[in-house]
Nanobody, 114 residues
Framework: QVQLVESGGGLVQPGGSLRLSCVAS????????MAWYRQAPGKQRELVAI???????TYADSVKGRFTISRDNAKNTVYLQMNSLKPEDTAVYYC????????WGQGTQVTVSS
């Protein structure tokens, strides 16, 4: 069973930056595209960014140009660099593969507020 552990969240002012990390308990990145999702209070979980096996990146329109997804296969880790953060980015952030195959981790809370 694969475990996903997200970290790197916190409280940041609007315009600030954070870098999230997600470590998998075993190597899965060779076989799956990976993704970051987020869930804001009272809203459904939404897909934020995807990175395919070949490294192609896709972003939700709301984060395009501000967020960057990357991964390190050797470390079983996927990252989300978030710049120019806005209050509407406030959410719990999760990682999983492109279709949510694995059990969801606890996520990491990102709060953007002045």
């Amino acid at each position: 069973q694969v475990q996903l552990v997200e970290s790197g969240g916190g409280l940041v002012q609007p315009g600030g930056s954070l870098r999230l990390s997600c470590v998998a308990s075993r190597s899965i990145f060779s076989f799956n595209g990976m993704a970051w999702y987020r869930q804001a209070p009272g809203k459904q979980r939404e897909l934020v960014a995807i990175i395919t096996i070949s490294g192609t990146q896709t972003y939700a329109d709301s984060v395009k140009g501000r967020f960057t997804i990357s991964r390190d296969n050797a470390k079983n880790t996927v990252y989300l660099q978030m710049n120019s953060l806005k209050p509407e980015d406030t959410a719990v952030y999760y990682c999983n593969d492109r279709v949510g195959t694995y059990d969801w981790g606890q996520g990491t809370q990102v709060t953007v507020s002045s």
